[in-house]
């Protein structure tokens, strides 16, 4: 299921190691902190010395940045990060309590989940041994005919996956189906430049990463001498599969990555692993078709196991065994994939404590059992209540941006008015809480809980394989600081974790609110006609709704974004991607313009003078536009911005807000700038 979310999940995810499961080194050792609730809008964050004109950023931050420098255990500070960190601290009071004493069976489970996380102790006594099972099956592995069965065994009772990724996604053609899906995967590191950029800094992260590779062996009990060659086999194997993965930028257009094929046609394209066993295997000997997201990584896929040796293979597979649970081991093991994936990749200075690495472990294992009794004390019906309201006023505001666009013909408006009008809507939680009762949770086993919520997971998603879609799902649990924003589903997600200071604030001023909040809700929409969701129609299917003419003015527009964020530098040598980053900066911008829109609806409603009435010094307009800025005040550690330039579809927080506002003449006028100025210039983009 492919979701545009308003910021990578990962950012948000304090210490998490690239979808890793991990667990803590260190018991707290005194009462954990709560954090300060954030505020929605923050005077003393303005940098009065600096020129709105020239840089808003600077303006509505420099203050913020200069009084919040990034914590050791974080590779980036922002708003975002603010309310996540209250967010997770009420949810580590929930857990702990239920850990202490559950009152309910669902707390019991949830409790018992994160109190194995947090009994490092065992954690030291067992060292590697939790992992001493599925290494054992790598090490039997005698026999390339049944690597399918291998693979299967380790991905369903194991939780390792080994070279692709397999579920069930809604089909393009027909939405209402869901059909499985094979993509490319069997990657460590972020992105498959890293592997294959020829610049000093690559070649560097590279040499630390078999270095890495190298010490983790060691410590699982290899001489030097054997782990450093196992370190080389599973770095030439995965340089070979970056070879022939599709680039991201691909990754983002739907017609490069939809080629149903019969199994087979599978089997002919890549006929060295044996594809109908590894579906028979998983209980879907019967499936017919099988969508190949990018069938040139399968050919290569196929070539590697055919060239690698049994011994080559083996030391990839027992890599993977090893980086998958590398955090849930003993103390060494945790510390030394702290060390690069964290400290080197990430430029973080100290581990995560454990009780949060914990409560998001919880969180994502068992959200949606987390999260009944976390919206019962944190999103109250008003808060929903509201959230609606303002999804209805910025609804109406895209539909008259719609209507007045003198670039887009009425033939194609028609076609877009549908999709508007065809929006689902889902504010805060589920109508339906998902069922966790086959899941079993022990108390003394972190390790097995982790496999097993694995199991648990890969088997409800594969059973959805030729049943009906289910709209009212959700893609991210309750308490997370986040939207999104689902092409197949044509549906706008807002969890109730995103819903409050400083997004959102009941007690707030409309002008910060639709700032806020009010800009996250457009975004989402907008998403739904960038250069990527603007390939699928009202129910979901990806389908041509334009005609030429429109789609042609439509593609010079968004080539005009593509150039303009091209140019944005986030470190020395490092500039954003502007066809990466193509959709999200379409969002913000279209984000900007509709929620402004909304909100002068609001003040026109109000009667005469409250477009000029000021608070704090600064008019509505000028609240709105300082609303929109201070959600994305941030600082970043260099490591950190670099690997976002090439890995992340977000723009950084200062270009999303600079990015957006130059492109907007009504924010040059709400702050009396002069056209040539850098946040007014002559010539803007617009799409939407």
């Known amino acids: 299921m492919r979701v545009r979310s308003l910021v990578p999940v990962f950012l948000l995810s304090s210490g998490l190691c690239f979808g890793q499961a991990i667990l803590v080194a260190d018991m707290p050792s005194g009462p954990v902190k709560e954090p300060a609730k954030p505020i929605s809008f923050d005077l003393s964050a303005i940098d009065k010395t600096a020129d709105p004109c020239t840089d808003f950023y600077q303006y509505a931050c420099g203050n913020w940045k200069k009084n919040n420098p990034i914590p050791a255990d974080q590779t980036r500070w922002g708003r975002f990060n603010e309310l996540a960190e209250r967010n997770n601290y009420l949810l580590y009071q929930d857990l702990k309590a239920a850990a202490d004493a559950p009152k309910t069976p669902l707390q019991k489970k949830y409790g018992d989940y994160f109190a194995a996380c947090m009994n490092v102790d065992e954690a030291n006594k067992l060292g590697a041994k939790p992992i001493e099972p599925a290494l054992g099956k790598v090490a039997a592995f005698e026999d390339k005919a049944k690597l399918a069965m291998l693979v299967t065994e380790l991905s369903r009772h194991d939780g390792v996956r080994l070279f692709f990724g397999f579920g069930s996604d809604q089909d393009q053609k027909d939405s209402t189906k869901q059909i499985g899906e094979f993509e490319q995967g069997g990657l460590s590191l972020p992105d498959r430049d890293y592997y294959l950029k020829d610049d000093a800094r690559s070649a560097k992260i590279r040499e ?107 030391s990839y597979m027992r890599w993977h065994v090893l980086h998958t649970y590398a955090g849930v081991l003993s103390e ?113 086993d972190a390790v097995g809980n982790a496999e097993r919520v694995s199991y648990f997971n890969t088997r409800r998603n594969l059973d959805k394989i030729g049943k009906p879609v289910d709209e009212k799902e959700w893609s991210m649990t309750p308490p997370t600081v986040n939207a999104y924003y689902n092409p197949a589903m044509n549906d706008i997600n807002f969890p109730a974790g995103i819903l409050q200071p400083p997004f959102y604030d009941f007690a707030i001023d409309p002008a910060v609110n639709f700032g806020a909040i009010g800009v996250v809700i457009g975004h989402e929409m907008t998403h739904g006609f960038d250069d990527q969701g603007s390939q699928y129609d009202a129910q979901g299917n990806v389908k041509v709704w334009w005609t030429p003419e429109d789609r042609t003015k439509f593609e010079e527009r968004t080539d005009c974004e593509v150039k303009e964020y091209d140019g944005f530098q986030v470190a020395e040598g490092a500039h954003l991607n502007g066809k990466l980053t193509l959709g999200e900066n379409t969002a913000d911008n279209g984000g900007l313009r509709i929620a402004y829109a909304a909100l002068m609806q609001v003040l026109a409603a109000e009667g005469p003078g409250a477009e000029e009435k000021k608070i704090d010094g600064y008019t509505p307009a000028q609240r709105y536009f300082l609303g929109f800025g201070q959600v994305w005040c941030e600082n970043v550690r260099e490591q950190t ?45 617009r799409v939407w």
């Open 332 to 444: 060494p093991f945790v510390k030394e994939n702290f060390d690069f994936f964290q400290a080197t990749l990430g430029g973080q200075k100290e581990q995560t404590p454990q009780w949060k690495r914990c409560t998001t472990m919880t969180d994502r294992a068992l959200g949606e059992a987390v999260g009944q009794d976390w919206v019962k004390q944190n999103f109250p019906p008003a808060a929903k209540e509201n959230m609606e309201k303002l999804v209805n006023a910025l609804t109406t505001s895209l539909d008259k941006d719609i209507a007045g666009l003198d670039w887009m013909s009425a033939t194609t408006k028609v076609e877009a008015e549908k999709k508007l009008a065809a929006f689902r809507r889902k504010i805060g939680y589920p109508e339906t809480w998902r069922d966790y009762g086959k899941l079993e949770v022990k108390r003394d």
């Open 641 to 685: 911005s670099r690997m976002r330039a090439m890995t992340d579809p977000h723009s950084s927080g200062q270009w999303r807000t600079n990015g957006s506002v130059q492109n907007f003449d009504e924010f040059g006028k709400a702050f009396g700038c002069k056209v040539g100025q850098p946040m007014m210039p002559a010539k803007s983009c």
């Open 208 to 314: 630390q990463y078999v270095a890495h590779v190298t010490a983790m062996f060691v410590l699982l009990g290899d001489s030097p001498e054997k782990a450093a060659a196992e370190a080389k086999s599973v770095m030439t194997i995965e340089t070979a599969l970056a070879k022939g993965s599709m680039p991201r930028v691909e990754l983002r257009d739907p017609k490069n990555v939809y080629h149903v094929m019969t199994i087979a046609q599978f089997d002919t394209l890549a006929p060295g692993f044996g594809w109908k066993t590894y579906l028979t295997e998983n209980k879907l000997g019967d499936l017919a078709t099988v969508n190949v997201a990018t069938p040139g990584y399968f050919e290569a896929m196929d070539a590697v196991v055919k060239s690698s040796s049994m011994d080559d293979l083996k």
